[in-house]
């Protein structure tokens, strides 16, 4: 798993037309064939095939925000992208594959980068420093640049002259569902089918919309304290749980169950007798708690610990990895920065560009009003050095072990620590507007978003180098979809948090929590460390146990109803694999990860949509007198529908990936990246 929970594939088998052997042998690059050859000139970066990738990257962008901040997931973009852009040209006819591949370019990077956004930036909101839109827009845009740009003169080096022994999975992947084309037409079914079915359901059972049954029914243990299961009974989390897999599901669902069925019962009972408000508390007794907040007041602070360790352990972990890459990149960097193209299929921008992209974007950084960004000169300094180190580290990481292994949130405490430590030493106990949290956390913000996005571009270039692209066409196409869906980041955040509360039970934001924590940490020490310190070693102990301590840790802080379906999800991912073997089992497995991918985006999409009806209902009359004409079955008869029609989409997802026919294709393991 890896610091952003995200979804991924990686390939095993190739079936029918596909990319030739050498693809996968280590051959010297130069020497390797693409699927289109270099001498081919094909439509590649055209007005459709960046208008296609940009509606991608926005709707995938605006799904992964509101997912990432809802249970600490991320879906990526990459497969849905290829199989869209396949399907979107079948029907406008005439369109090439290097379009396709275009597409899925500009569209992941909409993913990647809501990715970065929301692992760091919400912490503002429960810093209590609502941002404004332009301050997301500056960030997300800036960071995403510094990314792409510090990724380009690797690429020769890591891409082209380590063929075979980098094998880069999501890229090659995408590659293999490009070039196996004649399939995408039925792919392109199951995911626009699941799109569909997520959306309408998203519709019906949500509590500001339709709400025609209880969206998330709980039941309380008669004789056991404060003892709480709920099910948030939603097509996203069923699809995420399909997607990432019964172990991974398992885990989260242990450290939900630890939360709300060990830790709140152990709290409500042992504090049942004290009379006066226990730290961090200041008000309530915890005798007059619901284990809702209970778990807000406690239980946070104690997954905070858990998603801390885990994170540091994932970066100690990597850290010889981390350090080989760092050489091995500037070695490489060295080698072919100054190298001239000889084909296309070898064409960069400029390093010239990229040098002078980089300083002005540091110049800007520096210049930026306190009033907006209070960063300064040393602040700038830090985003530019630290986000070209794990540039290179994030680039040559995912090529190892793929974007599942990028321990891009251990990256960014690390920054998060060091930053603080070193504001604290110069003495900057205060900024421009009085408080050194924001310029802190705008740093690891900058560093999240460009190790993020140079993952993303690594495996798009890599896709592109084995399909016979074009590597500068995908570099400005990379920058287009990093400032489309950086245009729409800033509303989807503001609308989120107007319509749900970011940091609420809700939209909990597991991972900008913890890097609230840390900075608070640092610069103010006024954490519940004794309630962090708990959390440490509970996940130290599934550590020395041989468990993956960073998962269970992320299951600790979200609420049991959120973990619950995503366990769902990955049952039937297991009834599918058990009742099938060998090609079949792949097949099968493929298609309902394509069904599952379209219920997530289908559904967070639509749930953006309703928060922003909720954001606007304040000043809305028309939708306040709708939502209150509109009443749903509740009680006892609404837990029961909701939980019935519930396992009705869980059915249809098992059906979907038993009875499709696809005709064949590569398999996509999907992934959860840590967080």
Request: hydrophobic share 50%; net charge negative; charged share 15%.
């Amino acid at each position: 798993m890896n610091d952003e929970t995200r979804v991924e594939e990686a390939p095993v088998t190739r079936k029918g037309k596909g990319l030739p052997p050498e693809a996968y042998e280590e051959i010297p690059g130069l020497e390797y064939e693409p699927y289109i050859p270099a001498s081919a000139s094909l439509p590649e970066f055209t007005l459709r095939a960046v208008l296609i990738g940009a509606v991608v990257g926005i709707v995938f962008g605006a799904a992964n925000a509101y997912l990432g901040l809802k249970v600490g997931l991320t879906v990526s973009a990459s497969i849905p992208a290829a199989v869209m852009g396949v399907a979107v040209f079948r029907v406008l006819k005439g369109g090439s594959i290097l379009e396709g591949n275009m597409v899925q370019t500009v569209g992941s990077a909409g993913e990647s980068l809501a990715a970065g956004v929301i692992f760091t930036i919400p912490a503002l909101f429960i810093f209590g420093l609502a941002p404004s839109q332009i301050l997301i827009f500056t960030l997300a845009s800036l960071g995403g640049l510094l990314g792409v740009l510090f990724m380009i003169p690797l690429r020769r080096y890591l891409i082209r002259d380590e063929h075979g022994r980098l094998p880069y999975p999501e890229g090659t992947a995408c590659a293999e569902v490009l070039a196996a084309g004649d399939t995408g037409g039925a792919k392109a079914r199951l995911l626009f089918s699941g799109l569909g079915v997520g959306g309408v359901y998203q519709y019906l059972v949500n509590g500001n919309a339709l709400s025609l049954w209880e969206g998330e029914p709980s039941f309380r243990i008669t004789g056991y304290p404060r003892a709480e299961v709920g099910v948030a009974a939603t097509p996203e989390l069923l699809g995420v749980g399909y997607v990432i897999g019964p172990k991974i599901s398992a885990i989260l669902l242990a450290g939900g169950v630890i939360g709300w069925l060990v830790l709140i019962p152990a709290i409500a009972t042992f504090g049942a007798t004290a009379s006066a408000p226990l730290y961090p508390e200041t008000e309530m007794l915890i005798r007059d708690m619901e284990p809702g907040q209970i778990w807000n007041r406690y239980i946070r602070y104690i997954g905070a610990g858990a998603v801390a360790f885990g994170g540091l352990v994932t970066l100690l972990r990597a850290l010889p990895v981390i350090w080989q890459s760092f050489k091995v990149g500037l070695g490489g960097l060295r080698e072919t920065a100054g190298e001239a193209a000889a084909r296309r299929t070898d064409d960069d921008l400029s390093f010239r560009l990229v040098v002078g992209g980089a300083l002005g974007i540091g110049l800007i950084l520096a210049l930026l009003p306190p009033s907006l960004a209070p960063v300064g000169p040393l602040g700038a300094l830090l985003m530019v050095l630290f986000s070209f180190f794990f540039v290179t580290v994030s680039s040559r990481i995912v090529g190892l072990i793929g974007t599942s292994s990028n321990p891009v949130s251990g990256m960014t405490i690390a920054t998060l620590l060091v930053t603080a430590l070193i504001f604290v030493a110069l003495g900057r106990t205060e900024t421009a507007v009085g408080d050194p949290r924001m310029a802190i956390l705008l740093v690891g913000a900058v560093i999240a978003i460009s190790a993020a996005i140079a993952g993303d571009t690594s495996q798009d270039l890599k896709t592109g180098f084995l399909i016979g692209a074009t590597p500068r066409r995908q570099q400005w196409g990379e920058m287009i979809g990093v400032l489309t869906s950086a245009t729409v980041m800033g509303a989807v955040l503001l609308v989120l948090h107007g319509g749900l509360g970011i940091g609420s039970e809700e939209l909990p934001a597991p991972q900008a929590t913890l890097m609230a924590l840390v900075i608070d940490g640092v610069v103010n020490a006024d954490l519940p460390w004794a309630l962090v310190v708990v959390g440490v070693f509970i996940a130290a102990v599934f550590e020395m146990l041989g468990l993956p301590s960073l998962a269970l840790a992320v299951g600790l802080y979200l609420p049991l109803s959120l973990t619950t379906p995503i366990m769902a999800g990955g049952l039937v991912r297991l009834l599918v694999e058990k009742r099938n073997e060998g090609e079949e089992r792949r097949e099968k497995r493929e298609n309902g990860v394509l069904f599952a991918s379209g219920l997530i985006a289908g559904a967070a999409v639509v749930g953006v949509l309703i928060a922003g009806l909720v954001f606007g209902a304040e000043q809305s009359v028309a939708v306040r007198s709708f939502q209150d004409a509109v009443t749903g079955l509740t009680g006892g008869a609404g837990a029961v529908v909701s939980l019935a029609v519930f396992l009705g989409l869980a059915g249809l997802l098992w059906w979907v990936a038993e009875r499709a026919r696809t005709g064949g294709g590569i398999e996509d393991i999907q992934r959860a990246e840590e967080m």
